[in-house]
T-cell receptor
Framework: AQTVTQSQPEMSVQEAETVTLSCTYDTSESDYYLFWYKQPPSRQMILVIRQEAYKQQNATENRFSVNFQKAAKSFSLKISDSQLGDAAMYFCAYIQGAQKLVFGQGTRLTINP | NAGVTQTPKFQVLKTGQSMTLQCAQDMNHEYMSWYRQDPGMGLRLIHYSVGAGITDQGEVPNGYNVSRSTTEDFPLRLLSAAPSQTSVYFC???????????FGDGTRLSIL
């Protein structure tokens, strides 16, 4: 079964600095999708960024970018110029085909002013 | 455009009671799913559906039942509530399984 591991239960960063959240996954498939979701205290699940495994180029969305290393099965999220509104739980997730979306355990990110 | 609507937002049940958590989406999405979120854990898939009339089990299906009679609705039934089912429940939908999922606001369920 596919598994997703986030090894950092908590991270903190100074406002305006850069932070990287780690995610590794286990799969024998070659075609799949990876996501980062953000969950602020409001409990909403908000899509941050998406990466298709067949694309070598790393996805970018404004201040958010990923470092996708397919051979290493690693999918880290970099947040540049951190803002107070970035404080949240961040979840890495994997899906292959129309199958089951598998989430990591989450990383709680704190932004220090 | 309401997106994914979950009702109720909060519910308290007694052990042994049954209830249905409602989920509706107005985006004509084929894929719908139910997750539970427990403290210190990520979201775990309970059941999912790839279209009307088709459902399948996720990671933690025991104690839950689903049906998908229409594209729009995907209710989750607790057959006989147990304290271990105390959790926050999320419904989600997407156009296809590998597309980003749209989540409802969640239902906080407490079983006494």
């Amino acid at each position: 079964a596919q598994t997703v591991t986030q090894s950092q239960p908590e991270m903190s960063v100074q406002e305006a600095e850069t932070v990287t959240l780690s995610c590794t996954y286990d799969t024998s498939e070659s075609d799949y999708y990876l996501f980062w979701y953000k969950q602020p205290p409001s409990r909403q699940m908000i899509l941050v960024i998406r990466q298709e495994a067949y694309k070598q180029q790393n996805a970018t969305e404004n201040r958010f970018s990923v470092n996708f290393q397919k051979a290493a099965k690693s999918f880290s999220l970099k947040i540049s110029d951190s803002q107070l509104g970035d404080a949240a739980m961040y979840f890495c997730a994997y899906i292959q085909g129309a199958q089951k979306l598998v989430f990591g355990q989450g990383t709680r990110l704190t932004i220090n002013p | 455009n309401a997106g994914v609507t979950q009702t109720p937002k909060f519910q308290v049940l007694k052990t042994g009671q049954s209830m249905t958590l409602q989920c509706a989406q107005d985006m004509n999405h084929e894929y719908m799913s139910w997750y539970r979120q427990d403290p210190g854990m990520g979201l775990r898939l309970i059941h999912y559906s790839v279209g009307a009339g088709i459902t399948d089990q996720g990671e933690v299906p025991n104690g839950y039942n689903v049906s998908r009679s229409t594209t729009e609705d995907f209710p989750l039934r607790l057959l006989s509530a147990a304290p271990s089912q105390t959790s926050v429940y999320f419904c989600a939908s997407s156009r296809r399984g590998n597309q980003p999922q749209h989540f409802g606001d969640g239902t906080r369920l407490s079983i006494l």
